[in-house]
């Protein structure tokens, strides 16, 4: 049996969200949603799990605190001690609220783009990438539905006019 | 969907449906630039120009190109960095913060707001390099192994503070930009066929970084969106708090106050709005963009530039009292001095720049202008330039001994460098116009449905 990709194409984004839920109801397995905007609720409907982005940026954060403190730890107190107008050079510690500034800087510097860089190596997204949208318009006012279906097409597409496709696209596989 | 009170005035003019939204955000890309696209961007390039030679002739003799003299030995130079970095705090406003409070009217402005950012914290991040006469050891401030004694730099200092505050800011606010550009770049790419316009096709397919809009793809660009908010709201805060404390650590009268940081925060928000509507309020009509940066979000900022504005007048009020209250003579005396003495004219610029032409928003007429607002804009512009003049300048040219008391008047290189950072600017801003997404297409559909005047008629 040959496997053929249907794209469904939508007008609006309310349409393709309540067509998203009753296909998904039959037990039909949607591949992939291309918009041109997020939609509020998609993922939910889609069943995609949350994303751990946030998480991701919380222990690239300490990491940043961490390399932040050992790298003005040795150069302030094991490499070179100064006397710096007084300052306890003596002791991380004491001397600790002079270096907060450098240290949150270091935090924001590392959480954002080492979650930025994580969110592009997650997503596939790097400078010259090809896009994978089989259709242009997906940036501009269309949403595409994709689905696999092996076999005979015809109720999914009777479905997919139902619940308000515009368009329906067939590539055989 | 989202729903919104119908008393809310709409944020998108005129009967816009998601293609023509992209039709019109292209336009500019597409098209070529017209008569004053053309005017403003050869006066801005001579003025870099007259930038260029400026700084190639200070780095060539020295820092003896300036009027600096041995009594007020820093003057234009950091006023103009920390101008520059004022200006570039509201960009960050209102794309982090604006965000995080779910301000809608945010949108169609942050796109360019954050370019003015970038662009402004690049024109700041000039002025310490060539002030350090010899540019080419610009690394020295970072703290790398080195050869020289393997000295490291001084964590204690606000002056590194300020290296590791601007460099974060700096790279940490063009990712978020960038974020937030790919899926504009990537429509871009889509309008622009491999046949007519080969060249901008593989221009924006390169930078759209091949983005397609899948479904968690966008789920992950919403939650990144929102946190690289969280970060860069803490972050502004603290750029211009690191700033401040360049003069606020110091024990020069009039520098050394515990006011700073949140007066410095205030005023960078209040000249940054000022010069985020000198900048859309000519761009709305040069790319006709008249339906979507309406009077709705001019009066917006002009509510904020007020508040702020009111917030510094305050701050100005309270620091003359604490000199006064502190008891010691040589502060009462560089207060004394700012408000009368020689440079009591840049003081009353200041003033009535900052405190008193703003209050004028109290009027509704006023701020729902776009001429009054133009006007006004360039006002906070020059009396937020002279703040800093004001606060640098009177406070080191009457030091302790009066026999080293002196003025300060600047030079032709002074002025060069001055202009040719702002035309620098107009040129890296004009450029932008012409070549990037101007709004944030992808955001601002999200909206039209809540916040459209033609939904909103609807009901």
């Known amino acids: ?173 | 969907m989202q729903k919104e009170a119908e008393i809310r005035d709409p944020l998108i003019l005129g009967k816009k449906s998601y293609h023509d939204i992209t039709k019109d955000i292209a336009r500019p890309v597409e098209g070529k630039a017209n008569k004053y696209w053309w005017i403003l961007f050869s006066l801005s390039f001579g003025l870099f120009l007259w930038g260029v030679l400026s700084m190639a002739y200070t780095v060539g003799t020295g820092i003896g190109a300036w009027g600096l003299n041995k009594t007020v030995n820093w003057a234009w130079d950091i006023t103009n960095f920390v101008w520059w970095i004022g200006i570039g705090h509201a960009g960050t406003l209102i794309s982090a913060v604006l965000l995080l409070f779910r301000q809608k009217w945010r949108m169609s402005i942050n796109r360019s707001a954050e370019a003015m950012t970038i662009f402004g914290v690049l024109q700041a991040s000039l002025f310490p390099i060539i002030h350090m006469g010899r540019p080419w050891l610009a690394y020295y401030v970072f703290p790398i192994p080195n050869q020289f004694g393997s000295l490291w730099v001084n964590f204690n200092s606000p002056l590194l503070w300020d290296v590791f505050a601007i460099s974060t800011y700096f790279s940490v606010s063009l990712v978020f930009w960038y974020i937030g550009l790919i899926p504009d770049f990537a429509m871009l790419r889509d309008r622009f066929s491999e046949k007519t316009a080969p060249m901008k096709k593989k221009l924006y397919s390169f930078l759209s970084f091949g983005w397609s809009g899948k479904a968690k793809h966008w789920q992950r660009f919403e939650e990144v969106s929102l946190v690289l908010a969280g970060l860069a709201t803490p972050l502004v805060f603290s750029v211009h708090s690191i700033v401040s404390m360049d003069f606020a650590t110091s024990v020069i009268p009039g520098w050394h106050t515990t006011i700073f940081p949140p007066y410095f925060v205030l005023g960078a928000l209040f000249s940054g709005f000022a010069m985020v509507e000198t900048l859309l309020i000519i761009m709305r009509k040069v790319v006709s963009l008249e339906s979507y940066i309406t009077i709705k979000h001019i009066e917006y900022m002009n509510i904020i530039i007020l508040l702020t504005g009111s917030l510094v007048g305050t701050a100005y009020i309270t620091e003359l009292f604490m000199s006064w209250y502190s008891g010691v003579e040589f502060e009462q005396y560089a207060f004394i001095n700012r408000a009368t003495g020689p440079y009591w004219w840049a003081y009353m610029i200041m003033m009535s720049c900052n405190v008193l032409t703003p209050q004028l928003y109290w009027f509704k007429k006023i701020r729902t202008s776009f001429v009054a607002t133009f006007i006004l804009s360039i006002f906070v512009n020059i009396g937020m330039w002279f703040e800093r003049f004001v606060i640098i300048v009177t406070s080191l040219h009457r030091d302790f001994l009066p026999s080293s008391w002196s003025m300060f008047s600047p030079s032709f290189i002074d002025i060069g460098i001055y202009l040719g950072t702002i035309g620098f600017f107009f040129t890296l801003f004009l450029l932008y116009a012409r070549t990037f997404p101007v709004i944030a297409q992808a955001e601002l559909k999200t909206i039209v449905k809540s916040s459209g005047s033609e939904y909103k008629n609807k009901k």
């Open chain 1, 1 to 173: 049996m040959s496997t053929n990709t249907l794209y469904g194409i939508f007008d609006d984004e309310e349409v393709l969200l309540s067509s998203v839920k009753e296909i998904r109801a039959n037990n039909i397995e949607i591949k992939e949603v291309y918009s041109p905007f997020p939609i509020h609720g998609l993922d939910k409907a889609l069943g995609l799990k949350e994303t751990r982005m946030a998480i991701t940026a919380f222990i690239y954060g300490c990491l940043g605190l961490t390399l932040g403190s050992l790298m003005i730890y040795y150069m302030m107190q094991i490499d070179w001690p100064q006397n710096i107008g007084g300052k306890p050079n003596w002791s991380f510690y004491h001397n600790l609220p002079a270096f907060v500034p450098v240290l949150f800087e270091c935090v924001v510097l590392f959480a954002a783009h080492l979650m930025s860089i994580t969110y592009l190596i997650r997503n596939g997204l790097y400078p010259g990438g090809k896009s994978d949208s089989p259709d242009e318009r997906t940036t501009d006012d269309k949403f595409l539905m994709e689905i696999q279906v092996e076999g005979d097409a015809t109720i999914i597409k009777e479905m997919l006019t139902k619940t308000g496709a515009t368009e329906i696209n067939e590539k055989e596989a």
